[in-house]
């Protein structure tokens, strides 16, 4: 059996809890930390900018589709189905990134909350030391952020709103192409897939996102105690 150290064996103590005497760090050390901690702002501002780009991505390529299809008759409906699908793509490249961000930004935030406030002379007993090593063995992925949760965190900030745009211009599109009297369920059919299938499909679709984005949870992205202890405060 395995019983090797868990994320939460390197939790960090909790305020008023008994810690171990800490040796005071050395000047290679000191040096080391303020390095790490450029480094990992730089890295965290870098996969912020990334979290933009790839909204803007969907929110631009929406937007074009939206112009191109509602404007011109010639283009089918079945333009807004294919955007769906690309915003998936943009959907899950951002959770890829925001899950780099977020365990750049728990390293950066164990620093500022510990380690600074140590060299300043503030005594913690919080043993910080321990939780960013243990986060530095692994630094793109400690604490554990799940595919699910960072995607659900990014619908619920950006991609619902986007794919609700969406499929209301969709059901205009249907209007419009046909005099706007259709029956929006026939009218959705693609070659021989009755509109009903189609219907039933998009449906599905918006289902899931939806359950994805009302299960994250402000604590998604930190499964260890430690992380708890760092960011139970902080800000959305």
Same mark, same amino acid.
């Given at each position: 059996?395995?019983?090797?150290?868990?994320?939460?064996?390197?939790?960090?103590?909790?305020?008023?809890?008994?810690?171990?005497?800490?040796? %005071?760090?050395? %000047?290679?050390?000191?040096?080391?930390? /303020?390095?790490?901690?450029?480094?990992?702002?730089?890295?965290?501002?870098?996969?912020? @900018?990334?979290?933009?780009?790839?909204?803007?991505?969907?929110?631009?390529?929406?937007?074009?589709?939206?112009?191109?299809?509602?404007?011109?008759?010639?283009?089918?409906?079945?333009?807004?189905?294919?955007?769906?699908? /690309?915003?998936?793509?943009?959907?899950?490249?951002?959770?890829?990134?925001?899950?780099?961000?977020?365990?750049?930004?728990?390293?950066?935030?164990?620093?500022?909350?510990?380690?600074?406030?140590?060299?300043?002379?503030?005594?913690? %007993?919080?043993?910080?030391?321990?939780?960013?090593?243990?986060?530095?063995?692994?630094?793109?992925?400690?604490?554990?952020?799940?595919?699910?949760? %960072?995607?659900?965190?990014?619908?619920?900030?950006?991609?619902?709103?986007?794919?609700?745009?969406?499929?209301?211009?969709?059901?205009?599109?249907?209007?419009? $192409?046909?005099?706007?009297?259709?029956?929006?369920?026939?009218?959705?059919?693609?070659?021989?897939?009755?509109?009903?299938?189609?219907?039933?499909?998009?449906?599905? /679709?918006?289902?899931?996102?939806?359950?994805?984005?009302?299960?994250?949870?402000?604590?998604?992205?930190?499964?260890?105690? $430690? $992380? @708890?202890? /760092?960011?139970?405060?902080?800000?959305?």
């Amino acid at each position: 059996m395995d019983t090797g150290a868990r994320p939460l064996d390197v939790a960090v103590a909790a305020d008023g809890a008994d810690a171990a005497p800490k040796q %005071a760090l050395s %000047a290679g050390a000191l040096n080391a930390l /303020v390095h790490l901690y450029r480094a990992e702002v730089g890295r965290m501002t870098s996969y912020r @900018q990334r979290l933009d780009t790839t909204t803007n991505w969907a929110i631009t390529s929406s937007a074009l589709v939206t112009t191109f299809s509602l404007g011109n008759a010639t283009i089918p409906h079945e333009a807004f189905l294919f955007l769906m699908f /690309v915003n998936v793509f943009f959907l899950v490249v951002e959770a890829r990134r925001f899950r780099v961000y977020e365990a750049a930004r728990y390293r950066v935030l164990l620093m500022e909350r510990y380690f600074y406030p140590e060299v300043l002379g503030e005594s913690t %007993a919080r043993d910080w030391r321990r939780a960013l090593i243990e986060a530095l063995r692994t630094p793109y992925s400690y604490p554990p952020v799940g595919m699910l949760a %960072a995607a659900g965190w990014r619908l619920r900030r950006n991609y619902l709103g986007i794919y609700a745009a969406v499929l209301l211009t969709w059901i205009a599109k249907l209007e419009i $192409a046909n005099g706007g009297y259709a029956d929006l369920i026939a009218v959705a059919a693609i070659g021989r897939v009755p509109g009903l299938v189609v219907w039933a499909l998009v449906i599905c /679709v918006y289902v899931a996102l939806i359950a994805i984005g009302l299960m994250a949870k402000r604590t998604y992205a930190m499964g260890s105690e $430690a $992380a @708890q202890a /760092v960011l139970r405060q902080e800000p959305d």
